[in-house]
């Protein structure tokens, strides 16, 4: 039985982060989160419940690619659930007893506090299957733009470094698996700019993890 801890030892954190490996940082796309999932995650035949899923974009995307997949969504505003929607929506994660092979959570957990963002972390992990996996993208808050634009959205609470969203989910029941940073810049004056004040030339980042 794996057990969790209810809050994160901060001082911890910031020791147990400096071990994890900087491989990662080498992948990189110009595309966006959702083209990084239907080319990095086998989605054909797969259950999948999106996290802030409002009225099914990614599930529209999903199927213009031509993914087959059983959809559900989760999302607070109940007023979705008055919307004829294709998919089955839930406003309380507590209540859900199925187990979906995917969970994916795009652009939302940089809304939440830390302690928020482990409980329905910890809560996704309950409706996972055994193996299952969940996808996390967010803003990279050390790229150059991300630096000052991250804030134009009053509803942000925080951003998630990478070093910092893998600790935590780790310290939910997962396994790290892979990273890929998103939105990433050609410019070449861009690129030189990031060069000089050591900032990421990628806007986003999406990072896989595996229940365990």
Known sequence: M?????????????????????????????????????????????????????????????????????AAGYDIDESLKKLNLKFRIYSDLKKI?????????????????????MEKIKMIRNILKEGGTLVISTRNISSLRQAWEFWYDITHVRPYPIKDLIFLVENCGFEFIDLIRTECSINPFHLILCIILKKDWCNGYVAIFKKR
């Open 2 to 70: 794996i057990t969790f801890k209810n809050t994160i030892n901060w001082s911890e954190m910031n020791i147990k982060r400096k071990q994890i490996p900087r491989t990662f940082h080498f992948k990189m796309t110009r595309n966006k989160a959702w083209d990084v999932v239907v080319k990095m995650i086998k989605l054909d035949g797969k259950k999948i419940l999106d996290f802030g899923c409002s009225r099914g974009e990614f599930f529209d995307f999903l199927k213009s690619k031509g993914v087959k997949f059983e």
């Open 97 to 117: 007893k199925e187990k979906f092979d995917i969970v994916t959570m795009f652009e939302v957990i940089e809304h939440m506090k830390p302690d928020e963002a």
